[in-house]
């Protein structure tokens, strides 16, 4: 017997639509690339995106078709998102941090018809040109008063939507139809697809929005540090217009002072980026002397954070932080860090551990994990192994078939090694490729880092595995130091003891003015291991 309720598919339409007809004037405001501030209403957004579905429609775009965007967070990037998936079209976000033939291997693999792009982009959009054929028009996101000589016969996008009407109706879409596409940063090989749908993106939509995850609500100002160009900024531009949030979109300027003024002027109440983000405010902020005088919580997450930065938001700041855990493949919200009642008694320092953690399965997500061999190990916090996912937001299978199979018995794999508890809290210990394997156990290179950032004078430290006669591997630790800090091989070495197993403490030190990140803010261990995997250790 079949339920007798409405059959309305989960439509990306149908956020934008809720917030123009209930929360019509709450603003999003941005900081132009041109330069200024942008400032208007979810009804003004609604209103542009179905001229810009119109537009595209005029321009000869289908369903299913896939359209690229190289940008920042901007309100233009906000109706893309909806203009685009609106009309069943295919909105590819391309991060412009990757090299330049890599974009060009992702625009033609994608099929991309048009690109939009923001002008930071222009001189990497007219190198790319001629290697993307199948490209019938760039779009430069900007006014005609600012458009750019180029060698490339450009659209200009104020002039597309401008030249528009408003008036349309938005299709009701398969739920299961794609609605956008990401591709993988791809350490290693080509980068993958990721093709999100309506379904999966609205089911995330709801499952970021609970209490024990962001806990979103109409009452907050968002301002997605997180890049709209990679895994849509953590579903943000989606999830506030569920609730009818105020957006704050900080377009091209990321240092920390902007971000500050912006924090201020907007009154933000909640953020979400990477530790390197939070790493350059938190300096500004200190350096300045200034507090936050809204925010009440930070979402940290894409790579560990390091205790010591929770530590100084919470205590210095009174922000919360809201640790997270995801992937491009997971939409990409798996783990929230929030407590639950009964750790509010616990003593300081066993709460402090456990928020250092990647945080708490949201529901939505199934997790476990599981020895060499695929047999599920015990939730207890101890066991460590291969992290598996489930759910209804989790890839089965990458864009065109790349790569075969990705599933194992229905799970995803995730390539990171952890633990789980009953409560469902999980913890990295690892990236698979990344633990350090000596005398056949395991040593945590996430764990070495964040002893290392805890001392004062290491601004950022990346650990690797390093080939050793007797022991297969040993921990190789490579610093950046603070601006005109001294501390010495010796000082760092002897500052994990007590904090690590004595056998986990690096066999060696070595300085660097700067370690490599990837596109997406990781630290590029491949490059480390490059450049560093044959080093010499002491008395080998
Ligand atoms: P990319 O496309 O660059 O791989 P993803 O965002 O998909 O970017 O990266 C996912 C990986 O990032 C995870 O599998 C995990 O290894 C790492 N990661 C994400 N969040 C955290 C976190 N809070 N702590 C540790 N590692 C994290």
């Not at 639509?17 to 009804?43: K, N, Q």
């Not at 295919?90 to 994608?110: D, G, K, M, S, W």
Request: glycine share 10%; hydrophobic share 40%.
């Amino acid at each position: 017997m079949q339920g007798l309720m409405m059959n309305a598919p989960l439509n990306i339409s149908a956020l934008i639509r809720h917030a123009d007809r209930f929360h019509g004037d709450t603003e999003i405001v941005t900081r132009l690339v041109e330069g200024g501030i942008h400032r208007y209403t979810y009804s003004d957004a609604h209103r542009r995106s179905r001229q810009l579905a119109n537009a595209l429609a005029s321009l000869g775009v289908k369903s299913t078709d896939r359209i690229g965007t190289l940008a920042w967070n901007t309100h233009r990037h906000f109706e893309i998102y909806f203009a685009m998936s609106g009309i069943g079209a295919v909105c590819h976000t391309i991060n412009p941090r990757l090299f330049p033939e890599q974009i060009t291997y992702i625009v033609n693999h994608a099929d991309d018809s048009y690109v939009f792009f923001d002008l930071t982009f222009l001189p990497l959009v007219e190198k790319l040109a001629p290697h993307c054929r199948g490209v019938k028009g760039w779009v430069a996101m900007t006014d005609k008063a600012h458009m750019p000589e180029s060698s490339l016969d450009l659209l200009c996008y104020e002039q597309l939507v401008n030249g528009h009407s408003d008036h349309m109706e938005w299709p009701e879409i398969d739920e299961g139809a794609a609605s956008s596409l990401c591709y993988t940063s791809g350490t290693t090989g080509n980068p993958k697809g990721v093709l999100y749908s309506h379904r999966s993106t609205l089911l995330h939509a709801f499952g970021a929005c609970l209490p024990d995850a962001l806990g979103l609500s109409a009452r907050d100002v968002v301002l997605p540090v997180v890049p709209m160009f990679h895994v849509n900024a953590w579903g943000l531009p989606y999830s506030a217009p569920l609730v009818g949030a105020k957006l704050v979109f900080p377009g091209a300027q990321l240092d920390g002072a902007s971000l500050m003024e912006l924090f201020e002027s907007e009154k933000v109440t909640l953020s979400a980026g990477v530790p390197t983000i939070w790493l350059g405010l938190l300096n500004h902020v200190k350096s300045q002397g200034v507090r936050f005088g809204t925010l009440k919580r930070t979402v940290i997450g894409g790579s560990a954070c390091p205790p010591a930065m929770i530590r100084t938001f919470e205590d210095d700041y009174g922000v919360q932080v809201l640790h997270a855990w995801g992937m491009t493949e997971m939409s990409p919200l798996g783990t929230v860090n929030t407590f639950k009642s009964r750790h509010l008694d616990w003593p300081e320092a066993e709460r402090q551990a456990l928020q250092n953690k990647q945080g708490r399965v949201i529901f939505g997500v199934d997790m476990k994990i599981v020895d060499d061999e695929g047999l599920e190990l015990p939730r207890d916090g101890q066991a460590y192994g291969d992290l598996m996912v489930r759910g209804p937001w989790i890839c089965r299978e990458y864009f065109k078939g790349e790569g075969g199979d990705p599933l194992r018995d229905g799970w995803f794999p995730t390539g990171d090694v952890a633990t789980l508890d009953q409560d469902g809290f999980m913890q990295i210990t690892d990236r698979s490729k990344d633990v350090i394997k000596s005398g056949g156990e395991w040593i945590s290179s996430i764990d070495l880092e964040n002893t290392a950032v805890a001392h004062p004078d290491v601004h950022e430290a990346a650990v690797i595995g390093v080939a050793h006669p007797k022991w297969d591997e040993r921990p190789l630790l490579i610093v950046v130091r603070e601006p005109g800090a001294t501390v010495t091989r010796e000082a760092l070495l002897a500052f994990f003891e007590g904090r690590v197993a004595k056998w986990w403490i690096p066999d060696d030190v070595v300085f660097v003015d700067a370690l490599p990140h990837t596109a997406t803010g990781k630290l590029l261990k491949t490059k480390l291991r490059e450049d560093f995997g044959r080093h010499k250790l002491p008395g080998t």
